[in-house]
């Protein structure tokens, strides 16, 4: 067994279809108006190639209130105003921004396409949505060439706007609609796009709500990454590094659709949470959290990189009312390559002098004067399968050397940075360090010694069987999810159950597992994830290999 970097599902129904004569092939008739939606990133070039030469075309890319308008109708919370970094994540809809739908003009000789995002909200009788995953819109937008909803065409976007305004409007859009598509177009290669039909979709996500599903792993650069994952998975081979392994993160993973030898489409798993909130969450979580899947595993690679930075995430009251999202971003970090000489930073030292701190950390931020964190934060041994646990405020990192399997709250785009150990990034330009943030956020109740009972906790067995223990390594009244291991010996197998609330495992030792359910097998690699949904129900976990299997598993409490 080995990693597997593209985890794929045959379609429920129907088959994927590929090329443009297959778009072709679908068009309706002359005399049918038909909106084709989708992101602002979307090549809309190569999609109106397809369409016959006398099509007539409606634009819903120029159908936004004016710039000024499309700022004003999002505008961040007070407190953040300006800032260069962060926004308040937009509520609303992608409506709120377009005051008048374009005219739809008809001609029974002639098709009628509206296209660009929100052409779903124009008058039609078919509905495609033709989709690039979110990395496409985030590459583009760093790139140069990238668009914000509404921004006049020959600007730049930001990805500022991109993350915090964009992508939550645009989800919740696609989200809205997608029960009334009647055909999916992926279109990462513009010369061969792969399409499946509306009906074929969702039967293929109502399957997948019940089963166990992996999502399609992605790994970024950065200036602090190592090269674990480049080694070990095979991933990235030409980058610079593999700092950051997105396994399982909620508004951006994707689910990829067909087979191997043929096409595929490559699906958000926002959309299956979405479309079956309560078979994927469970009725134990659902109410909770919404259609928000609310648990996050991705990898933190510094295994030949630097240290991350020094750094917090916002705490509950401040998350809801400044950034805006419902629950705040409490994280555990897990240690899948560590030793004791490397080091984990978690919580303040006891005693600490927080006017001191505060004056460093801006003196480094605005003078590039170093300092020493090491006055002010803990140091811990980054002992292998040691967990730790990270509230919201508490300031952490990962030392270098290390690789950290991070199992935390969804939220992911708030790391407020008291220390950067004035690193540049490939522009040489220093780091953004966000000291009012990281400061405001701050929580100093866990200090000294006397924190490392709660953050650093022993493992402790819940259930055994013949080979197999379950134990709690780590939960907190503060956090909304914890964290398990399973221990199985070589071919053990240990029962488990969601009781209504889906699991996220990860294969952390060992080659693999086997996860058998009502439904059909699942096979699991060493450093694959693995989501269970609440509906799958009684399933169980079975060690191949010699060596047997350690398994994290995390659920909502």
């Not at 992101?39 to 809309?44: A, K, L, T």
């Not at 080694?231 to 392994?245: C, D, K, V, Y």
């Not at 730790?388 to 508490?394: D, K, V």
């Not at 223990?469 to 964290?483: C, T, W, Y």
Request: net charge negative.
């Amino acid at each position: 067994m080995s990693y597997e970097p593209e985890p794929i599902y045959p379609p429920a129904t129907g088959a994927v279809r590929r090329g443009w004569d297959a778009v072709r092939d679908v068009l309706p008739r002359p005399g049918t108006v038909l909106a084709i939606d989708g992101p602002m990133v979307q090549d809309w070039t190569a999609v109106l190639t397809a369409l016959p030469p006398d099509a007539l075309l409606v634009d819903m890319r120029t159908a936004t209130v004016g710039w000024d308008q499309v700022r004003k109708r999002t505008e961040s919370a007070r407190e953040l105003a300006g800032d260069p970094d962060f926004a308040t994540l937009a509520t609303g809809t992608l409506a709120d921004l377009i005051d008048r739908v374009p005219p739809v003009p008809r001609d029974p000789g002639r098709l009628t396409v509206v296209f660009g995002p929100g052409a779903a909200l124009a008058g039609h009788d078919e509905l495609w949505y033709a989709d690039l995953p979110k990395r496409y819109a985030e590459k583009a937008t760093i790139d140069g060439h990238g668009r914000n909803l509404g921004r006049p065409a020959g600007e730049a976007g930001d990805t500022r706007r991109l993350f915090y305004v964009d992508w939550p409007l645009l989800d919740r859009h696609r989200d809205a609609v997608a029960a009334d598509l009647t055909q999916w177009l992926d279109l990462q290669d513009p010369a061969d796009p792969q399409l499946l039909a509306g009906a074929d979709l969702r039967a293929s996500l109502a399957w997948l709500s019940r089963r166990p599903l992996r999502t399609r792993p992605t790994f970024n650069t950065t200036s602090w990454g190592g090269h674990w994952a480049q080694e070990q998975l095979g991933m990235n081979a030409g980058a610079r590094n593999t700092a950051l392994g997105y396994e399982l993160i909620g508004p951006e993973s994707g689910i990829l659709i067909g087979t191997r030898d043929g096409g595929a489409v490559e699906v958000p798993f926002q959309l299956l949470v979405a479309s079956h909130p309560e078979a994927v969450l469970g009725e134990a979580v659902h109410p909770r959290f919404g259609t928000s899947f609310p648990i996050r595993f991705d990898y933190l690679d510094t295994y030949g990189g630097g240290n991350l930075s020094v750094h917090c995430h916002p705490r509950p009251d401040r998350m809801r009312a400044v950034f805006g999202w419902p629950y705040p971003q409490h994280e555990t970090y897990y240690m899948m390559v560590g030793s004791p000489e490397n080091v984990v930073y978690l919580g303040l030292r006891d005693g600490v002098d927080l006017a001191a701190f505060e004056r460093q950390a801006h003196a480094a931020h605005d003078h590039g004067e170093p300092f020493d964190i090491e006055r002010f934060v803990q140091q811990h041994p980054a002992d292998e399968h040691q967990l730790f646990l990270i509230p919201a405020g508490t300031p952490h990192g990962s030392g270098k050397g290390n690789v950290v399997l991070e199992v935390s709250a969804t939220p992911y785009l708030y790391s407020l940075r008291f220390y950067d150990w004035l690193r540049r990034d490939a522009d040489g330009r220093q780091r953004p360090v966000h000291v009012g943030h990281a400061f405001g956020n701050l929580d100093t109740s866990r200090t000294g010694p006397e924190s490392r009972a709660d953050l650093v906790q022993r493992p402790r067995t819940v259930e055994a069987g013949a080979g197999w223990r379950e134990d709690l390594i780590g939960a907190l009244p503060e956090m909304f999810f914890q964290v398990h291991r399973l221990e199985l010996a070589d071919g053990a197998t240990a029962p488990q159950d969601t009781t209504d609330r889906f699991h996220v495992l990860n294969v952390v030792a060992g080659q693999g597992v086997r996860i058998g359910t009502g439904l059909g097998e699942h096979l699991v690699s060493f450093a694959e994830t693995l989501v269970i949904p609440a509906a799958a129900g009684r399933y169980t976990v079975t060690a191949l290999g010699p060596a047997g299997a350690r398994v994290v598993k995390a659920f909502v409490r």
